[in-house]
């Protein structure tokens, strides 16, 4: 095989993997940043319901994507657009559950 066709191969993996996002990274991203605090003067609790509340804002991955970023950016997070991807991974598998 041509090394610059490995090279892309590698390119494609390493794009495919950090598109899928890691739940384990994003929840500890949340953890650390103080998502919660503001959303706990929200909802009250500990904060989550607001991820799961009938009215929620969220109702698809890319609306999960928007909010992300809009909170991160509130929050001043310096998390860039591959960071975030992890949040929405572990959001969605903790809460939304989008396909
Ligand atoms: C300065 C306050 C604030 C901070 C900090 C904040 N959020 Fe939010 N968040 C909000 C508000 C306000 C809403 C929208 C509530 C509404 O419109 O009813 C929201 C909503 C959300 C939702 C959508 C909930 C739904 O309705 O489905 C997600 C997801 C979310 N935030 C993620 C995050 C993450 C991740 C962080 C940490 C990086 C974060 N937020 C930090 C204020 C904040």
């Known amino acids: 095989m041509h090394s610059k ?12 993997l950090a598109r899928a ?3 384990a ?16 003067r929200l909802v009250g609790g500990d904060g989550s319901t607001l991820y799961t509340r009938s009215d929620r804002k969220v109702t698809s991955k890319a609306k999960l994507t928007a ?24 959001l969605n598998h903790r809460y939304y559950h989008f396909k």
Request: include cysteine; glycine fraction near 10%.
């Open 5 to 16: 066709t490995i090279f892309l191969l590698a390119g494609v993996l390493v794009a495919g």
């Open 21 to 23: 996002g890691d739940p």
């Open 25 to 40: 990274v994003g929840e500890k991203m949340v953890t650390e940043h103080a998502c919660a605090a503001c959303h706990q």
């Open 67 to 90: 909010q992300v970023s809009f909170c991160s950016t509130q929050l001043k997070t310096g998390w860039f657009p591959e960071d975030e991807e992890h949040v929405v991974a572990w």
